[in-house]
């Protein structure tokens, strides 16, 4: 039997450091469903260290992470219903919108509250005077308006007038 060619045998062994690779992603699949950590195609990547590209190269690998990813995830212990991880990754975000403003409101005093009180009711009552000026600036707008949209009538109403009796002056009388 002869020796194969270099070329052959670097091919062989990059097929074998592909089906390593392939093992790898599938194991690591297996384990993180098993677990339910996350699974994504970066996630999987990080965990099997192959690079991205490769994912994308097999596509069968591509497909089957989606799909799991998209998997409802069942509650520990197997009870109750299945979640996402979508769903869980919104509750995460919302728990964290509501850590920060329980911790945000805690940080204030009595003191500073009252004195907010104070300055809402001054801000209070500078806008109230800003919007009665508001307001008498828009009556005034409002009315001079009117009184152009009357100046355009009468404007147009002329220009008809004397539009009509140009063309009773310039019409030839039939004979």
């Known amino acids: 039997m002869t020796a194969p060619s270099p070329h052959c045998q670097v091919m062989v062994e990059g097929r074998r450091a592909d089906t390593g690779r392939r093992r790898r992603v599938l194991a690591a699949l297996a384990d ?9 195609v970066a996630a999987t990547a990080r ?13 069968d690998l591509l497909a089957q992470i989606h799909a799991q990813a998209a998997q409802p995830i069942t509650a ?5 219903p299945p979640v996402s991880r979508a769903s869980l990754k919104a509750d995460l975000a919302a728990v964290d919108a509501r850590s920060a403003r329980l911790a945000a409101r805690s940080g204030a005093s009595p003191a500073s509250e009252a004195s907010e009180d104070s300055e809402n009711s001054q801000d209070s009552e500078q806008l109230k005077a800003r919007i009665a000026t508001l307001e008498q600036q828009s009556f005034d707008l409002e009315l001079k308006l009117q009184e152009r949209d009357d100046d355009l009538a009468a404007a147009r109403a002329a220009n008809r007038e004397l539009m009509a009796q140009l063309n009773r002056a ?3 009388v039939p004979g």
């Open 170 to 172: 310039t019409t030839p």
């Open 47 to 59: 965990r099997t260290g192959v690079d991205r590209t490769f994912l994308s190269r097999h596509r």
């Open 76 to 80: 520990p212990g197997g009870h109750g």
């Open 32 to 40: 993180a469903t098993k677990n339910g950590t996350d699974i994504s």
